[in-house]
């Protein structure tokens, strides 16, 4: 069966850069969450999107920004990336925010060097 | 703020006896709560969930209790396989979807 798809899996930047992250969703799936998972550290919920429109918002700087396509995929975007926004980048996609079909993507690496 | 609480970072048992992984959380909103399991380099994958109404939960060899008063939960393995070795996210979510994690807790089968 299909998964949450990823993109990329590994992501090298360095300060001040951008990054862009990008997730597709299981098909059906119109729901998508952003996580941040430091090291150490549990997954922080950055931001959803339901039906291409933000319908939650954590703990998200303000140098970062997100939105979803009519595709249904979702980009991160990060600018003036800082040393600390290195970490491990969840996506998961639901079907209309039913939490028991909440799907993870295997996550992008970002390290800030 | 932590909301959800995963105290112990690791846990190790040897193959065949039970595992038992803790979760402790504040917010008394919570309704329903899930238990993921994630290996190296994958994504979390869904195990078991329990919903409030609820303080027993059993899908084969993985058992979840709740315990509202003590806003505690725990996850019971019986018996435990080396596969079983990952680390195990509580998550708790209230009936807007909002959903919180644990740290985490690493989960050493040993054979």
């Known amino acids: 069966a299909a998964g949450v798809i990823q993109s990329p899996r590994h992501l090298i930047k360095e300060k001040r850069e951008t990054a862009t992250l990008k997730c597709y969703p299981i098909p059906r799936h119109d729901t998508v969450y952003w996580y941040q998972q430091g090291p150490g550290q549990d997954p922080q919920f950055l931001i959803s999107f339901y039906e291409k429109m933000q319908s939650d918002k954590g703990s998200i700087p303000d140098r970062f920004s997100a939105q979803q396509f009519s595709d249904y995929h979702s980009e991160l975007n990060m600018s003036s990336l800082e040393l600390g926004d290195s970490a491990l980048y969840f996506c998961?996609?639901?079907?209309?925010?039913?939490?028991?079909?909440?799907?993870f993507g295997s996550g992008t690496r970002l390290t800030v060097v | 703020d932590q909301q959800v609480k995963q105290n112990s970072p690791s846990l190790s048992v040897q193959e065949g006896r039970i595992s038992i992984l803790n979760c402790d959380y504040t917010n008394s909103m919570f309704d329903y709560f899930l238990w993921y399991k994630k290996y190296p380099a994958e994504g979390p994958t869904f195990l078991i969930s329990?919903?409030?109404?609820?303080d027993k939960n059993e899908d084969g060899r993985f058992t979840v209790f709740l315990n509202k008063s003590a806003k505690h939960l725990s996850l019971h393995i019986v018996p435990s396989q080396p596969g079983d070795s990952a680390v195990y996210f509580c998550?708790?979510?209230?009936?807007?979807?909002?959903?919180?994690f644990g740290a985490g807790t690493r989960l050493t089968v040993k054979p």
């Open positions: 329990i919903s409030s109404i609820k």
């Open positions: 998550a708790a979510s209230t009936n807007n979807n909002d959903m919180r």
């Open positions: 998961a996609s639901s079907f209309r925010g039913q939490v028991d079909s909440y799907t």
